[in-house]
């Protein structure tokens, strides 16, 4: 068997039905910070996604070493469900993120269009965790760690 070829991690790209909703989510919310925007992508980029003729507008977001592209379009609809997916549904599953207060990240989650689902939280070994979502049903877990 031949040499393992190098791979690194990149980003995890979400499709998002409003582009400037979802950058103010991540950022304001979330702590991500902006790295770059790409105003629009064409050709060859419709070939790649599988949707010939879509026009796409990126946000590259960026928190510690984690990089999420939101992905808009501009002529083509935005189809699925805005409902966070099953835990038990195959693909990715959710998002996790540790924060020093959350008491305040959830009262933003709420304000900025996301959704808090008290019934998850459960108090850990770890410390607090519950899950919300962002405003298009992406599942975010956040934890806030047991200090000391």
Do not use: W
Not at 31 to 40: A, M, R, V, W, Y
């Amino acid at each position: 068997m031949g040499k393992q070829p190098g791979v690194s991690f990149s980003h995890v790209g979400i499709c998002v039905s409003d582009l400037e909703r979802s950058l103010r989510f991540y950022t304001e919310v979330l702590g991500f910070t902006l790295k770059q925007s790409i105003p629009e992508l064409g050709t060859p980029f419709d070939t790649l996604v599988e949707l010939p003729g879509a026009k796409l507008r990126v946000h590259q977001v960026q928190l510690g070493g984690v990089t999420l592209e939101l992905i808009g379009f501009i002529d083509t609809q935005v189809v699925g469900p805005a409902e966070r997916r099953p835990m038990n549904q195959r693909g990715i599953t959710h998002l996790t993120l540790v924060t020093d207060d959350l008491e305040t990240v959830l009262a933003r989650v709420e304000e900025f269009g996301g959704t808090v689902h008290p019934g998850t939280r459960v108090d850990s070994a770890f410390g607090p965790i519950v899950f919300c979502s962002d405003p298009d049903g992406v599942r975010i877990e956040l934890m806030q760690p047991v200090t000391g």
